[in-house]
């Protein structure tokens, strides 16, 4: 069965610096895994996926993310955090297998500091 | 392109009442799925249609909940006889056969009072 953990409910950095959000997996079956971002109020939007190939991927607004199997995490970075970056951010997964039923984590809020 | 469409966006019931919402999905898309979102927490699964066949539906939909999607086009998600416990936000996303990755509508945010 799929999971996803995000370490760390709470983010915290100041405007200008490094974000990293955490996540590790588990799945049975090679994953396809994502990063969603969700505005207050609003559904969800898809940040980035990695299906196969290159395991470093690039997704909107400058964030990105790398696929490390043998630690099993798809971590979220961004080398310049924005005011606009808060928000809230989901890791999820899925598997191929027939319907790409996606799993989510928790979620981590992202706040950043002027 | 006009994305995912929900309606309504905001729902207060009193508990013991039946509410229906509505989904519309990208046009194109032939997948459609259910998930429910709780404060502080990620979406969980609900159901999802291909077409218009329920092909898989979560242990969290209970009697009370019906899903369907009769023209393989717009979906609603009924839930009968509400509980203070529904009260969630109620997100619909839609996706290409083959294609990982959903879009997502804005949700339906029901209150049971």
């Known amino acids: 069965a799929q999971s996803v953990t995000q370490l760390g409910s709470h983010v915290s950095v100041s405007e200008g610096a490094l974000v990293l959000l955490r996540c590790n997996y588990s799945?049975?079956?090679?994953?396809?895994l994502f990063w969603y971002v969700q505005y207050p109020n609003q559904g969800l939007q898809l940040l980035l996926k990695?299906?196969?190939?290159?395991?470093l991927v690039k997704g909107i607004n400058g964030f990105e993310a790398e696929f490390k199997k043998s630690e099993t995490s798809f971590h979220l970075t961004k080398p310049s955090a924005h005011m606009s970056d808060a928000a809230e951010y989901f890791c999820?997964?899925?598997?191929?297998?027939?319907?790409?039923?996606?799993?989510f984590g928790a979620g981590t809020r992202l706040f950043v500091k002027a | 392109d006009t994305g995912v469409s929900q309606n309504p966006r905001h729902k207060i019931t009193k508990r013991g009442q039946n509410v229906t919402f509505r989904c519309d999905p990208i046009?194109?898309?032939?997948?459609l799925y259910w998930y429910r979102q709780t404060l502080g927490q990620g979406p969980e699964f609900l159901t999802y249609?291909?077409?218009?066949?329920?092909?898989?539906k979560s242990r969290l939909l209970s009697d009370r909940f019906s899903a369907e999607r009769p023209k393989g086009s717009f979906s609603t998600l009924e839930i009968q006889r509400t509980e203070q416990g529904d009260s969630a936000m109620y997100l619909c996303?839609?996706?290409?056969?083959?294609?990982?990755?959903?879009?997502f509508g804005s949700g339906t945010r029901l209150t049971v009072v």
């Open positions: 990695y299906t196969t190939g290159a395991t």
């Open positions: 046009s194109e898309h032939n997948r």
């Open positions: 799945s049975s079956v090679p994953p396809y």
């Open positions: 996303a839609s996706s290409l056969v083959g294609g990982p990755g959903y879009t």
């Open positions: 249609f291909q077409n218009e066949a329920q092909l898989e």
């Open positions: 999820a997964v899925s598997e191929d297998t027939g319907g790409f039923k996606t799993i």
